[in-house]
């Protein structure tokens, strides 16, 4: 048995397993393992390019909605993480952008305050930001609901009128 009749099999099998298109990628290839190694690159590289593409999309369209501060520049910082570990430079003012593009509505005056004084000079120095004004949100929500509650209930002091009273004689 000779190599070119052991290894004829093996080719035979690598060329009927891939689809008609990708056949003119390993055509030329003399051995088995040539043809392995044409398809191992075109699909890794079509893999990567294809994890590359999800990652933008991600990072494109991702909103804080209901999660807290804490929980949505944790996954803005993991999507830029796994963007990084595949060779894709990722600079802080990009970070920063997605971050204020995708916070909620109640965020709007410290985004428009950012906009206006220009970013943070960095991604750590916004989220510190967003930790306290979420904090602060919180703190006035529930004074304000404290307020409705008691004010239905009759007990919230109302305000006072300024006129004097005059005192009539009886």
């Not at 990567?48 to 999309?57: E, I, N, V």
């Amino acid at each position: 048995l000779t190599w070119e009749q052991a290894v004829s099999p093996v080719m035979y099998c690598l060329a009927t397993c891939v689809h008609d298109h990708m056949l003119s990628h390993i055509r030329d290839a003399k051995t088995s393992k040539e043809t392995w190694e044409n398809l191992k690159k075109i699909f890794a590289t079509n893999t990567t390019t294809a994890h590359k593409l999800q990652l933008r999309q991600e990072l494109n369209n991702i909103q804080q909605n209901g999660m807290f501060v804490s929980d949505y520049t944790a996954k803005i910082k993991c999507i830029y993480d796994s963007v990084s570990s595949i060779d894709i430079n990722v600079d802080e003012d990009e970070m920063v952008q997605v971050c204020l593009g995708g916070l909620a509505q109640r965020f709007n005056p410290l985004r428009m305050a950012i906009m206006v004084r220009g970013n943070p000079d960095s991604f750590f120095n916004l989220q510190s930001l967003l930790l306290v004004e979420e904090n602060h949100i919180q703190i006035k929500s529930k004074t304000s609901e404290g307020k409705i509650f008691f004010s239905k209930l009759g007990w919230w002091p109302k305000t006072r009128s300024r006129r004097k009273r005059s005192i009539r004689p009886i």
